[in-house]
């Protein structure tokens, strides 16, 4: 058996969050890796506002970070949201918080992050990142991929393990699914997001800023992250055929005063208009596919596994914790490539499965069941019983955002729990009515008790 990080070529398709914190992880290992990614180096480059989703950093992804030692350096350029603030129609709002005190999730700017970590990968010297290189095709059971730089030329290059860091439009994966068994389900869902900003006033934050702001309107909303910069960015998330019906800037004056009108003075009229016609609403895809390997040659992470929409906040979470998942099992298996592809996918598929359904469901609470009393209630005794029994009775939210708990045995424990308390709620409803009936038999005149009986 000879040293494999002595002769192992890796290579990583992609040099976004995903693509970057995996080189690190695999250099620090002492494998040589290249790093190829089809944008050019966004440091350099002009940051094309309006298409991504302000990006929600929370327990999973800052142990990722920390594992590499960037852990620090990223919360620190992070604003802390410590609840969701609920804006009602009416105007007023409710705080709704996310766990305990020290319990919070952090607003990251998405082109920040990148940019530390692709400097965070540069530090190593046995990675080299191409940047302006398309991957034009994959031929797996060689390992070789053909790459397209800025010279047009098709270049072959051959490594022992190709990685697949791609997004939800994945090539690595495209080549995969020509493979025998190897499964694949993609959804668009119908609603599409767009961005807007609510900017500073008078040097300070326009609304309370270590909130996640949210403007829930049953068949769509509008949410508010804070920026290190004072501001909000703003993203409407809402079907497509509503989008459609907004062609003027008084259609768009008009939609918002009717269902957002507290967001007006905040926007500004003119940026408003201006912003909701800089681009088309954006689609929102999730993808489910497995194996997340072929062979010994290959292997996904990050959206080209598993590609969710954006509801939990755990997109980058997730994704970064493959590379953690990832890590970890070479460390148990001694870097023993044969023995971790299968591994990795035996346990992670479960897990990215079930955090694409946990966000399709958190979309219908974030935009609907939040204006309901009857959720508040069930939020307010799921706090009391975390309270009162930690280790028994954990929250959703904080076993996803909060912990390492898989994500699939959160949401089974999740179901038990909801059978609990529907249970309990029952039983204590059942004993109400059972004493209301018997103290209104026991003062009843006895005349009437066989009518009420009767009725």
């Not at 290992?29 to 929600?56: H, K, T």
């Not at 609603?191 to 309107?217: F, V």
């Not at 939040?370 to 959720?375: I, L, P």
Request: proline share 5%; charged share 20%; net charge neutral.
């Amino acid at each position: 058996v000879y040293d494999k990080r002595e002769y192992c070529n890796w290579v990583e398709v992609a040099g976004g969050g995903v693509g970057s914190l995996n080189a690190c992880f695999l250099a620090k290992r002492n494998f040589q890796v290249d790093v190829y990614e089809a944008r050019e180096d966004i440091r350099v480059a002009n940051f094309a506002r309006g298409r991504s989703i302000n990006l929600a950093l929370s327990y999973r992804g800052r142990q990722a970070l920390k594992a590499i030692g960037l852990e620090d350096q990223i919360i620190s350029q992070g604003v802390p949201m410590r609840a969701r603030m609920i804006h009602f129609l009416s105007g007023r709002k409710s705080a709704i918080p996310y766990g305990t005190k020290s319990q919070y999730i952090l607003s990251i700017s998405r082109e920040n992050l990148n940019k530390d970590l692709l400097n965070a990968v540069e530090k190593h010297p046995n990675v080299k990142v191409h940047f302006g290189h398309r991957l034009e095709k994959c031929s797996l059971e060689e390992g070789m991929i053909t790459v397209l730089g800025s010279d047009k030329v098709p270049k072959d290059i051959t490594y022992d393990l190709i990685v697949g860091c791609d997004g939800a439009y994945s090539t690595v994966r495209n080549h995969l699914m020509k493979k025998p068994c190897f499964d694949y389900s993609q959804q668009y869902i119908p609603h599409g997001y767009m961005e807007l900003t609510i900017p500073s006033k008078n040097g300070d934050y326009a609304m309370e800023p270590n909130y996640l702001h949210i403007w829930p309107r049953n068949t769509f909303m509008m949410i508010a992250l804070p920026n290190m910069n004072k501001s909000f960015t703003c993203t409407l998330f809402m079907p497509f055929e509503e989008f459609e019906k907004l062609l003027t800037g008084n259609d768009v004056l008009g939609f918002f005063q009717k269902y957002f009108p507290d967001s007006i003075p905040l926007i500004g009229e003119k940026a408003l208009v201006q912003d909701f016609f800089l681009l088309p609403a954006q689609p929102m895809i999730s993808i489910k596919c497995s194996s997340f390997h072929f062979k010994t040659h290959c292997v996904l992470m990050g959206d080209a596994a598993h590609a969710i929409v954006p509801f939990f906040g755990q997109g980058m979470n997730a994704g970064f914790e493959d590379c953690l998942v990832f890590d970890e099992l070479m460390g148990k298996f001694n870097d023993d490539i044969s023995t971790c592809l299968p591994e990795f996918s035996r346990f992670r598929i479960p897990d990215d499965h079930a955090i694409s359904d946990l966000s399709m469901y958190n979309y219908i609470e974030m935009r609907a069941h939040v204006n309901s009393r009857w959720f508040i209630f069930q939020k307010n005794i799921e706090r009391f019983l975390h309270a009162i029994m930690p280790s028994t009775f954990i929250p959703l939210y904080t076993m996803v955002t909060f912990s390492r708990i898989r994500y699939h045995e959160a949401m089974l424990r999740w179901h038990w729990q909801k059978k609990v308390i529907n249970r309990g709620l029952f039983i204590f409803a059942s004993l109400i009515a059972i004493g209301s009936s018997y103290l209104l038999l026991h003062y009843m005149p006895l005349e009437r008790i066989p009518y009420f009986i009767s009725q």
